[in-house]
């Protein structure tokens, strides 16, 4: 058992653990490492439907340039029918962040 010495003990359960806040940023930061999205994730995240991600989000030519796995990006788009979306899921985040207001003062 871990314990916090202050004015007053106190008892952390074993399944815890204390770590710095630069350190559960780093762990928040990894959790979408790795991880690919499919568009029904992206509608999870973003909270609108696939129509309105294509033509807010993934059309556009000044978000398509970036995005578009072709010119490097972290977005397949399918170039076939029976192909599906895929994101790079920390990039795609990252990116949603970065351009919140761009994205929804459409």
Do not use: C, H
Not at 26 to 43: A, H, I, P, R
Not at 50 to 58: D, F, R, S, T
Not at 76 to 81: E, L, Q
Not at 92 to 100: G, I, P, R, S, V
């Amino acid at each position: 058992m871990q314990r916090l010495n202050v004015s007053l003990t106190i008892d952390i359960p074993e399944e815890y653990v204390l770590i710095t806040k630069l350190e559960f940023e780093e762990l928040k930061s990894k959790e979408l490492s790795g991880v690919y999205w499919n568009m029904k994730d992206l509608e999870l995240r973003v909270n609108r439907k696939q129509e309105w991600i294509k033509e807010n989000v993934l059309y556009p030519i000044r978000f398509r340039r970036i995005l578009d796995s072709e010119n490097g990006g972290f977005v397949f788009y399918p170039r076939s029918k029976g192909q599906t979306w895929s994101f790079q899921a920390s990039k795609m985040a990252e990116f949603l962040d970065d351009n919140f207001v761009q994205i929804f003062s459409i």
